[in-house]
C-alpha cells in the first residue's frame, strides 16, 4: 500500500500527512485532539500489543523480526494493525550489530534508509542536546550568572555514533578565550534524555515542559539548574519540531510501521514513542508495539515508565524465544566477542533448553506481574526440533503463559505468524488484562529500585555504593521523589552480571550511581558498567558498506 | 507554484521529484545523464549568473536577498530562473547572525525549515565526518595495523553548533579501554571537507573517489593516509546518498530555489553544490547563484574553484553594494561586538561613500580579472540619497562596471529589481563572458597564493611561515601540485587585518599555515586568526527562539 492511502486509512488528514523521501513519511499529530487513554475515544477499544523477550544472546532471538511479522499476520487476519519500534542509532550500524529493521521476510522497507538517518530524528535530538550543552559552557564563559558550579555539570554531549576514544574529554582548551578547561564525556546521541523526553511527550506543550525541566547541574549554593534557567528550552524544541512527528514506513507486506524514537533500554526506558502509539491506536484496530531488550529491561521500563505515560497498559504480552537462545542460557556452549557462534548451538538439544527454560520462565513471570496475559512466540530455526517446540510450549504453560506457539515469519512473512496472531486476538477476547505499574508512584526510589531488583531480577537485595547513597539523599532537591526508577544494568543477564545465564538468584544487586532525568521524569539507577557510548570493534561493519556508483547502499540491511 | 509543478517545469521526471517533508523537496540528479560543460547539451546555453559582493559589513549588504530578488524579477520577466544558495548552518542561526534565508519581501520559505536542519543534509556530511574520525582512533585502537602516526592527525571531529569549548580538546582519556589521549579539536560541520567534496562532486562516483581520497594524517614513515586505507569511504557514502541530492523549495513569490551545499567561504570554497547548479543549468533559461562573502573570497573561489570543476563560467556578475556598508568602509564609523550600531551609519554620507567606493570599486576589477562583465546592485535603504547612488554609478561605471543599479527588492520583491534584471540579461546578450581563472592549473601552489594576494587582495607581497613552508615543501606527497589553492583569511577586509576597511594595498599577506584537501582538491592557505569552530556571544539568538505549544516556531527569519 502507498504511504499516503495507508496514512488515510489510519484517520490521518491529508493535511497531515507528510512525505521526507522516497518510502517515509511524517505523521502531523495536531489533528488529535484530546489526550483520553486508555481507549483513546475510540469503541471498542483498539488492542494494544506488547512484544517482548527472554534474556537476550549475541545469537538474536528476532524480537523486531516476531513484531514486524505478528503485526502482518494480524492485518492478513483482517484487524487493522499498526507496528510501532524504536528507530535504530547509526553507532551499530557501522560497528557490529547490523540494522533494526527485522529480518528474511518480516521487514521494515527501505531497510537501508531505516538504518541511515530515516528522517533525521536522531540527529534532531542531537542537536537539541548539543545546544543545552553549549549553552551551558556559554554561560559559564560569559559571566556565569547563573553560578553554575562546573563540576557539578552532569550533561554529556552526543553524536550518533560508536566512537570510544570521546567517552572520556577535556574541553575548553587552550586558553581563555575557549573558555574553562572541564572534563566532560560525549555519549551516545540515543542514550540522550532528550531522547528520552521526544519519546515520552504527549504533545508539544509537554514536549517543552520536559525540555525546560532538564537539571544540568546545580549552582555554587546547591540550587538544581535547569535548561529553563539558561532560556534554551524554546530553541531546543524548535529543533525537535518536526522530529515530534512519528515517522510512517511499510512492512515487507505494505502494512504501516511507526517507527519513532530510539531511547537506549538501559540508562533509558528503551521503548518507541508514546506519541507513535497514539498515532497507531488512533487510527487501527491494533498496535503491535516493541520494548527493548529482555522483559526484565524495557519490558519493565515499557510497564513502568511508558504505560505510567501513556495512561493504559496492554492486552497481552507476546515473549520471543528461541531454542537456540535457550540452549545457550541452559549452558550449552556460550560466545567469545570476536569469535564465531559455537556450531553446536545450531542443534537440537532438549536437556539444555530445558536447562534455559529458567529463563524463559522468570521473563513469563516478570510479565505477569504487571497483571497481562504471557504468549510466548517460539521464533522457529531450521536446526530446532519439534520435542524442544514441545519441552518449551508445556514449561511455558505450566509457568503461567497461555500458549507457546512456533512461527516462521522469518521464513514465511506474515503467513508465519498466523497461528500466533490468532492465538494474540483470542486472549485479548477472552483474558482481560488488568494492568497494574509494579510499584506505586508514592513508594520511596530506594524501595522502587529494590522492588525492581528483587520482583523482575531475582535479587535478594540491593546494595548501594557511598556515592549512589549520597544522590539518594538528594531525592527532594530534584523533586524526583514521585518518578519510576529507570535501572541500568547488562541486557545480557536478568542480573548486573553479564555471565550469569538462566535465572540467577540470591545476589546482592550493587547500585552504584543514581542518576536524575528531570526531563524525562525517571530516576536511573546504574549497576555495572553501563557503556553509554559503545565502541568500534576491529572488523567494524563500515568496512563492508558501500556505496555502488549508480547511487544504491549495499551492506546495510 | 507547487514544488512538484516547478519540478516538473524544469525537466526533472517524476520519478526524480522526492517530497521531504513540508515547503521542501529533493531532486535526485540521476536523470542527467552526461556532465557536459559548458552548455549542458542546450541550445541556446542557459545563463549564468554570479552575485558575489563588496567586502561585506556586520551591516548586512543583502546578498541572499539580492540573489533572490533578481531570480524572482528575471522570472517575471519570462526567463525561467531558479536561484541557487548555500544552506545556512544552525550555528549562527542560535548565535548571532540569523538566519539564511534572505530578508523583507525576498525571502526563501518557509524560512524556519531552512534554518534548521532543512532535510538535513549537515548532519549528514557532519555523520560521515565523523565516521572518519572515530574510524581513524578505532585503528590506532585495534592494533594499527596502517601504523598511523597520532600527532599527525589532523583530522577533526565536527557538530553543527557554535560550541567555543570544543575548539581543543583531549581525547581518549580514561584508559586503555577508551583508546589513546590525543589532542584533537572540533570544528563547525559547514567547514568540514567532507562539505566541500559534496558541494564539488558531479556523481556518485566522484563523492566516492573524493572521499576515499581525503588524507587523514601520515603513517609513521611518513606515508599519507587516506580514508581509502581505512575502508570507510563507502560507509561516509552510504550516509550522504541522499545528502547529494539537491533540494528544492520555493522563493516568496513561488519561483523555484534549489539550496544545497554549505561549505565555509574561507577555510573551504563557499559555494552553494555543482550538481545543484547543474539541475538548475538543466532545466531553466538561467541560474543565479550566490557565492560567500565578499568577491575576493567567496567570488574568488567560485572562478578559481567551482567554475573549474563546473567546466564553465558565468556570463555575468551581478556585485551587491550599500550605501551604508560604502560609509563604513569610507571611515563614517565603525561597529563594535555586542555594541549597537552607530546612527550616523543610516543617514545620507555622500564623502564616505566617495571614500569608501575604493573597496567596491577593488571588487569591481577583482571580477573582471576573471574576464567576466560586473554589474554592480546598489541594494537600496530608506537613509540612502540619490546623490550617494549616482557617486556608486557613476565611479563604479568609471571603473569596468557595465552598470549599476538600484533595487528595492526588500521591499518590494522581484518587483524592486526588474531594472536589474533587464541589464543583466542585456549584458548576458551584448557582452561575451570570457571566463578565465586567474592562474594556471600547472602554476606552482606557492605562486598561486601569490597571485590571489596581489591580484586579488591588493598585497605588495606574500610571507610564509616557518609552518607554511615546510607543509609547501610536502605538495608532492599529497599530490596537490596540480590543485587550486583556497585562502582562508578574514572577510571583513581585503586584507588579511580585518580592521582595515577600504582597500587596503601595499601589505605583506602572511600565510600561516597551509591544509591539503586531498579529496576536495584544494590547498588551503590560512592567514591570520581563522575561527574553524564559532563561539555563542552573550546575549545568544536561541534565547528569543521558541515553539508554541501549537507547533510554530518563532524568532528563526
Known amino acids: 500500500m502507498r504511504l499516503d492511502k495507508m496514512a488515510q486509512s489510519m484517520g490521518v488528514p491529508e493535511t497531515h500527512f507528510h512525505p521526507f523521501g522516497p518510502g517515509r513519511a511524517k505523521i502531523d499529530p495536531r489533528y488529535l485532539e484530546t489526550f483520553s487513554p486508555p481507549s483513546f475515544g475510540r469503541e471498542p477499544s483498539p488492542l494494544y500489543v506488547l512484544v517482548t523477550g527472554m534474556t537476550p544472546t549475541p545469537l538474536g532471538e528476532g524480537k523486531t523480526t516476531t513484531s514486524i511479522g505478528l503485526s502482518m499476520a494480524l492485518n492478513r487476519l483482517g484487524t487493522r494493525t499498526v507496528v510501532t519500534i524504536r528507530q535504530p542509532s547509526m553507532g551499530p550500524v557501522f560497528g557490529i550489530k547490523g540494522g533494526g529493521a527485522g529480518g528474511g521476510k518480516s521487514t521494515i522497507e527501505p531497510s537501508d534508509v531505516l538504518n541511515l538517518h530515516l528522517t533525521g530524528d536522531v540527529h534532531a535530538v542531537g542537536a537539541a542536546h548539543n545546544l543545552l550543552a553549549s549553552a551551558i559552557d556559554n554561560e559559564i564563559h560569559h559571566g556565569n550568572r547563573l553560578e553554575i558550579n562546573p563540576l557539578t555539570v552532569g550533561w554529556p554531549r552526543v553524536v550518533d555514533l560508536n566512537d ?51 537539571g544540568f547541574g546545580l549552582s555554587r549554593d546547591g540550587r538544581l539548574l535547569k535548561a529553563r534557567d539558561l532560556e534554551v528550552e524554546g530553541a531546543m524544541a524548535a529543533v525537535l519540531r518536526e522530529g515530534f512527528w512519528p515517522n510512517l514506513m511499510s512492512t515487507s507486506e505494505g502494512t504501516p510501521a511507526i517507527v519513532h524514537g530510539s531511547p537506549f533500554a538501559n540508562i533509558a526506558h528503551g521503548n518507541s514513542s508514546i506519541i507513535g502509539d497514539w498515532v497507531g491506536l488512533s487510527g487501527s484496530d491494533c498496535v503491535v508495539t516493541e520494548a527493548g531488550f529482555g522483559a526484565d529491561l524495557g519490558g519493565e521500563k515499557f510497564f513502568d515508565i511508558k504505560c505510567r505515560a501513556l495512561g493504559r497498559g496492554p492486552d497481552v504480552a507476546v515473549l520471543v524465544a528461541t531454542a537456540k537462545s535457550l540452549r545457550m542460557h541452559g549452558g550449552l556452549a556460550d560466545t567469545v566477542a570476536g569469535r564465531p557462534i559455537p556450531e553446536i548451538l545450531d542443534k537440537s538439544d532438549v536437556p539444555s533448553v530445558r536447562q534455559g527454560m529458567q529463563n524463559l520462565l522468570r521473563q513469563i513471570s516478570n510479565v505477569r506481574r504487571f497483571h497481562v496475559p504471557v504468549v510466548v512466540a517460539i521464533n522457529a530455526h531450521p536446526g530446532d526440533s519439534p520435542e524442544e517446540w514441545n519441552v518449551i510450549r508445556d514449561l511455558s504453560m505450566e509457568g503461567g503463559a ?50 525492581v531488583a528483587r520482583e523482575m531480577y531475582g535479587a535478594r537485595d540491593v546494595t548501594f555504593s557511598p556515592k549512589a547513597k549520597k544522590s539518594l539523599a538528594d531525592i527532594e532537591r530534584y523533586g524526583a521523589a514521585g518518578f519510576p526508577v529507570c535501572i541500568a544494568k547488562t541486557w545480557a543477564s536478568l542480573s548486573h552480571d553479564p555471565s550469569q545465564k538462566g535465572a540467577p538468584s540470591d545476589f546482592l544487586f550493587p547500585v552504584e550511581e543514581i542518576r536524575y532525568a528531570t526531563g524525562a521524569r525517571f530516576v536511573t539507577a546504574i549497576a555495572g558498567d553501563i557503556q553509554t557510548m559503545p565502541g568500534l570493534p576491529s572488523r567494524p561493519a563500515y568496512r563492508r558498506i558501500r556505496l555502488t556508483s549508480g547511487g544504491n547502499v549495499e551492506g546495510v540491511s
Chains 1, 2 share one sequence.
Open 164 to 214: 570510544r576514544a570521546l567517552r572520556k574529554v577535556i574541553v575548553g582548551l587552550g586558553g581563555a578565550a575557549n573558555g574553562s578547561p572541564r572534563e566532560t564525556r560525549f555519549d551516545i546521541t540515543v542514550s540522550s534524555e532528550v531522547m528520552a523526553i521526544l519519546a515520552l511527550s504527549t504533545s508539544y506543550g509537554d514536549l517543552i515542559d520536559r525540555l525546560g525541566d532538564i
Open 402 to 451: 497461555e500458549d507457546a506457539i512456533v512461527c516462521t515469519h522469518f521464513r514465511d512473512g506474515g503467513a508465519g505468524a498466523l497461528e500466533l496472531a490468532e492465538r494474540v486476538r483470542e486472549v485479548c477476547r477472552l483474558k482481560k488484562a488488568s494492568y497494574r505499574p509494579l510499584y506505586p508512584d508514592d513508594l520511596p526510589v530506594e524501595e522502587k529500585i529494590r522492588t
